[in-house]
């Protein structure tokens, strides 16, 4: 292999980069509106926000990897032209432990980040409540220093200090919450002063302060006590009153499962909002047809981001030995956006030379997989069975744990009388599986017999 040839092997394996996402106005964007279900959120969530006379909070959910981070992205380059203030953060990377999450840890999220967002505005009010609190949180800040002796930017920081503890010290984390919890009230009091001075601070062109908490939907679900309550209903719900009490414009992401449970009814009447879904782009029609449309805007993403290294690489004929291959790749995806750039990295890593070969991208497709084959708990392979002939999902924690771990995929489409259908099918990789197929054959066997 030439180093020109490497170079370019690598330059290729970086642009399918699987957990960036693009900012908006990025010429990689490809808008997969149309085999989506007509979905855009500029129009679900923006226009909310630009119409609304009061405070919005609402909730954007969807399959973790579908791309939710870069249509959010988009919204917020959407919200700024239309004169707000965006606060946009990842919650997982500085703030939340998604294995291990509370409302509290959301609440102080919030806090950090609106103070390193907004630095002209007063933080007397948030600086004040910290010092109310300080003998009881200094240790758990990591500091012996009197809240007085600190500077005016090391008080800040301690907002930012307590998230970054309760993200990476488990044993600090309930210390803090149970220090914190019974001021959270007070807490909502002083950073709403604080957010009452931002919004007369913020630069002329914006008139209103809006804050995006993105990658909560990577909070793992599961159940606090034996009645079936689960950490999710405990923040989203019973908590529902305090994450809508910040004086400005809130968007949540929630896991998916949360959207699929008996609940549902109860987050749209809380937040005044039935939740936002992003589903995958559809590469197949109900019926198991190719979906041309959807097959199209998975090729186009390939070669937009193909252009920014090679622009003048063929797809089918000098990045792939055969157009079969780059549509099985694409098919196999499910639709599913970071599955398929981990199956282009995987393909391009198992490359010398290109064109890539059948073989390399096999290889990608086989490891991936796996993984869902290990994802995929023993009792699990006959509901999956089932679903793939009904393509409808129950109202139960087994197949939200499905929906969750993405061996469910949810699609949209409109019929001919333009009516939104939503329906549901088991991951393409896993329907490849042999435990897969003897389940199939199981049921298949049943119902003759039946």
Known sequence: MNQNTEQLLTDLYNAFSQFSPLPAGDPQYVDCGEVRGDDDITIDLGRNIKRSQQMTYQLYTGHRGAGKSTELMRLQEYLKEQGCFVVYFAADEQDVNPEDTEYTDILLACTRHLLESIKDADSKPLRDWMENRWNDLKDLALTELSFKDLSLEAQINQFAKLTANLRTEPSLRQKIREKVNPHTLTLIDALNKF??????????????????????????????????????????????????????HVIYTIPISMVHSNRVADLTNNYNNAPEVLPMIMVRKPSGEVHLPGLAKMKELIEKRVKQVAPHLSLETELFDTKEMVERLCLMSGGHIRNFLFMMQESINRTDNLPITAKAAQRAITKLRDVYRKTTEQYEWQILAKLSLSQRILNDQQHRSLLFNRCILEYRYFDAEGDRQTWYDVHPLIKGLDEFKEAVALLSHETTNN
């Open 195 to 248: 957010i009452g001075d931002a919004k007369k601070k913020l630069p002329a062109e914006y008139s209103q302060l809006v804050v995006i908490a993105d990658n909560l939907d990577r909070i793992v679900p599961f159940y606090t006590d034996p009645g079936g309550r689960s950490n999710l209903e405990e923040i989203f719900l019973d908590r529902s009153e305090q994450l809508k009490a910040l004086d400005c």
